[in-house]
DNA sequence: CTCATTACTGGGATCGATTCCGAAAAAGAC
DNA sequence: GTCTTTTTCGGAATCGATCCCAGTAATGAG
């Protein structure tokens, strides 16, 4: 691999003058940047971005933790980082903590040491979160996305979570349903907290009283949900309708559900929450709570370069909006085309 | 920040000394390391990875460029990535190109510049790939997961697609369909092809006469496969099964038959490919061709990491068999209990 | 023709680590 | 006590770029 002065040499320059051409810079003649160039094409030269970056202090790259990668629900929201990302000329690179708190402190490490100008956190708290405070003490740009922690000094990203499970479990109340369970997420989950909230708030506007028995916790899966769901399902009363903390969980409920000879949504009205592209898709296709994910997605890159770009900035919060997609899982009939749900603004 | 000359001038000693027992060298005393241990922990200190790359022209990463990051099915295979390369004290870096040929020319290049040591390409092909002979020429370490290209003189893992398809055919015609239909994926898919063989060949041995009108190509996601599902449903004469290229297109394949009130399994008998993990999740649970993926996943890591860390090795290539799991979509009755499938080895 | 101004170009320091080689100090041999 | 060997440590070069500052050539003004 040739460097930068080899193809000066070639070129019959200095360093100073590639790099210049590299750069764009204006002032190099016409004739010096076409011998330059064809330096550049003749020996198949690329620039190393490490020396670059090492004596420019600047990566032009974020970093995107997620819990976990392939987890559908980050699918819009990584094209919404990406999209702003490139169009500020930032590259992006991704780790998937998997969960597992050591793989995630790690990861972070992994990716501080110089690899990225600022970090994006998203997905779900487990563990300690010490390290983010020794972050944001030390002033490395981060911005959390639905990753809430208490008091701590840096960006956030959010939707309205309580609204969400407010317009689920209203959804539900509307359609006649009294005994309306709750399958919450990740019980350590300020999302889990906060959509438990709105569903308390919905009963209580139709004033039925709020029954622990009728909230049970799992983690974000559909292999976890379903004995969770089971717990629900042969409670002595059992519930008509279920909201389920996400689409995944619902998943999980439909399962168990199936199991125990209960069909959604004839025996069983279901919602869920997240809006992933799969919830159109399958059958049957599911009443869920829609996230504004491109917006998230780009909302957070641009945040977490404007915080790069400017170190002084304030951090800021972001909440965005939810709204009720309308699909079969409720049999609310009002949908027979399958899969076009309509939407319930807010 | 602090850097080394910092931590070397606080505990008194030079920078070579601390950058020994960063290093984990033995020639050092256990007092000076102790002291550099200290100076360390006190001034927060954390080597610059980009440094330290640059001199040792090594990153200890390798990039892995998928073709759609959140598509389900390389959920394991990232998995088994990231297990064999933290084993070896690699780190892992994912890009997502997103189908976009530009996209992915820009990650390619952002990667190759000294941000990795290797890379892991995987998902299908879409244009031009001159650049990647251009990076096996130049001695770049490459490994292709079922991304084929011809007379590339690099790694390859893949699966045995052939057989998978082979497999999926045949047992549609156990079952005692005979007139079976193909929704293929991408044309120029390799996969589709190998696939599309595999379903030539079974129905050869049951000498059934190869029917061009039974197949159709489509992307590999289920939005694509709903409009050429429609087509294969709606011949004049309609198939009774249909084997379709991956476990999303079987989506798509339900999707479609629902809008003609035709229902899997009773009216339609449908198996997938990929055994992404939803497949035993939604209803009705797919019978569909199980790819090994956490191997396919550590395999593609190994492989390329002996070829970073020994360039004269020769590229090898590995395929890895597939098996058929069988669950509810063929009707077939195996299998009562919900998502446990009986698998049934090749 | 001389001097001032502008347009290009190059030298050398720098970013923050590693590594080779040699030096000093300590330990051991006789 | 002297010489050799081992242990421990430091100096200087290096990786491959960028950037400040200064120097040269070309151009224009008078």
Redesign the interface.
């Known amino acids: 691999?040739p460097n930068i002065s080899e193809v000066a040499k070639r070129a019959k320059v200095s360093r100073t003058t590639v790099s210049r051409v590299l750069n764009e810079k204006e002032d190099v003649s016409e004739e010096t940047r076409r011998r330059v160039m064809a330096a550049i094409k003749d020996m198949?030269y690329?620039?190393?971005?490490?020396?670059r970056?090492?004596v420019r202090q600047k990566?032009d790259t974020i970093g995107v933790i997620l819990s976990d990668?392939?987890?559908?629900f980050?699918?819009r929201i990584?094209?919404g980082v990406?999209d702003v990302a490139?169009k500020f000329d930032y590259?992006?690179?991704?780790?998937?903590m998997?969960w597992d708190p050591k793989?995630k402190h790690?990861?972070i490490?992994?990716l501080?040491?110089?690899?990225v100008d600022g970090l994006l956190m998203m997905g779900h708290t487990v563990g300690n979160e010490d390290y983010l405070r020794?972050m944001v003490e030390?002033n490395f740009p981060l911005v959390l996305v639905e990753y809430w922690i208490e008091k701590l000094h840096t960006s956030f990203i959010s939707i309205d979570n309580g609204g969400g499970g407010y317009l689920a479990t209203k959804h539900l109340l509307d359609l006649g349903h009294r005994r309306i369970a709750h399958l919450a997420g990740h019980r350590k989950a300020r999302v889990s907290a906060e959509r438990l909230e709105g569903y308390r708030r919905a009963l209580g506007d139709f004033g039925i009283p709020f029954a622990e028995e009728l909230v049970v916790y799992s983690d974000f899966t559909?292999e976890d949900a379903i004995p969770a769901a089971k717990k629900l399902l042969t409670l002595s009363v059992r519930p008509t309708a279920i909201f389920a903390g996400n689409d995944l969980m619902a998943?999980?409920v439909?399962?168990a559900a199936?199991?125990l000879c209960i069909e959604v949504p004839r025996d069983l009205a279901l919602v869920g929450f997240d809006d992933i592209?799969?919830a159109s898709?399958?059958?049957?296709a599911l009443t869920t709570v829609h996230q504004p994910r491109l917006e998230i997605g780009s909302m957070a890159a641009w945040t977490l370069i404007q915080q790069i770009e400017n170190k002084e900035i304030q951090p800021t919060t972001t909440e965005l909006k939810t709204s009720l997609v309308v699909r079969e899982s409720c049999g609310a009939g009002v949908c027979k085309g399958?899969?076009i749900g309509l939407k319930v603004e807010k």
Chains 1, 2 share one sequence.
């Not at 990668?69 to 559908?72: E, G, K, S």
């Not at 898709?281 to 049957?284: E, R």
């Open positions: 691999m198949n690329r620039p190393s971005a490490l020396a970056s090492l990566t990668i392939t987890d559908p980050f699918s990584v094209q990406e490139h590259g992006t690179v991704y780790a998937s998997r793989l790690n990861y490490n992994f501080r040491n110089g690899r020794e030390e559909t998943y999980g439909i399962h199936r199991e592209e799969l898709m399958v059958t049957p399958f899969g």
